[in-house]
């Protein structure tokens, strides 16, 4: 009895196990549940079409929702497979930095001066190219020839000033003006952009943007010579520290002038570049102070947009 109890014992455990096995068997319909879900088509859309290169960020498409895996901070792709083919990234474009060169209206070098000019008005001891101021911007009706108004010019600088020098040819110098309307009366010019390549591309005048007009003397070359600031408009007027020196004979006005920087606000070092424009104002009516007409280094010179303006280069 005691065997035959034995063996059914050992059937019943037989068939219990075999269930138990049965239960994890391949192919069976039952599955695990997972306490992370399966992504979504959104997730596995992304990350299908989307392949991150190193060094490159990624560019999202916008109106597309990211599935947050729990447990971490970031939307997490699937693994790659070392067999895909790697999708050709579509790249986003960023505005290039700002350029100096090449300048529509040309570029005027300024040579340092080892020794520095001579203030008397000829520029004998010059060396520095001479550039054309031909080009007449306002008021051409007013221009009879070359005598009544044409020039050039050349640039220099040292660690203290900017320098300029002028050979005018104007057959009656007339200036009778004084401080603000100076530029009604025959005088010299100068526009100058001390940032330029932070505003290259800008066309309007703003706090780094420098107009200067220059008085070579009231009633005459040896009255008092004046300076007047423009722009900055909010630290416009006269600029004592100005020196200007002229002759004048023969029909031509010989001029130098010595900035310093610091009215311009710049610390000079060579390979500097500038926005850069020198003109001419001329009035031939000694019964009215007036601004007859405008010649100028540059072709199409517009004293309110810097981009119409040169560049010129500190060169040593």
Request: glycine residues 6%.
């Amino acid at each position: 009895m005691k065997h035959k109890a034995a063996k059914r014992l050992g059937f019943v455990s037989l068939i219990l196990i075999g269930a138990i096995l049965a239960c994890n068997l391949p192919g069976r319909d039952a599955q695990p549940t997972s306490s992370v879900p399966t992504p979504n088509m959104t997730m596995t859309a992304l990350f299908s079409i989307v392949t991150k290169a190193p060094g490159i960020s990624t560019p999202v498409a916008p109106d597309v929702t990211m599935t947050t895996v729990p447990g971490t901070n970031n939307p997490q792709p699937p693994a790659a497979s070392p067999t895909s083919a790697i999708t050709p990234l579509q790249l986003v474009t960023t505005t290039p930095l700002p350029t100096t060169e090449p300048r529509p209206a040309g570029k005027f070098t300024a040579d340092f001066m080892t020794t520095a000019p001579v203030l008397d008005g000829p520029w004998d001891e010059w060396t520095n190219t001479a550039y054309p101021a031909k080009f007449i911007v306002f008021g051409k009706e007013n221009v009879a020839d070359k005598a009544d108004l044409e020039g050039s010019f050349r640039v220099g600088w040292d660690n203290t000033y900017l320098y300029l020098a002028t050979k005018v040819y104007d057959e009656k110098y007339v200036q009778n003006a004084t401080d603000v309307n100076i530029f009604k009366g025959d005088s010299i010019e100068l526009l100058f952009d001390v940032d330029l390549v932070g505003d290259v591309n800008s066309n309007e005048l703003n706090s780094d943007d420098y107009q200067l007009v220059f008085s070579a003397g009231k009633g005459g070359v040896n009255g008092v010579k004046e300076t007047y600031l423009y722009y900055p408009s909010n630290v416009a007027g006269p600029r004592a520290t100005v020196k200007i020196a002229v002759v004048y004979g023969a029909g031509i006005i010989r001029t130098e002038i010595a900035i310093p920087w610091n009215v311009l606000g710049v610390s000079p070092t060579s390979g500097k570049q500038f926005g850069f424009a020198l003109s001419l104002n001329d009035n031939d009516s000694e019964s009215q102070n007036i601004q007859q007409s405008v010649m100028s280094s540059v072709l199409n010179r517009d004293f309110r947009d810097p981009t119409t303006w040169a560049l010129l280069e500190l060169k040593q």
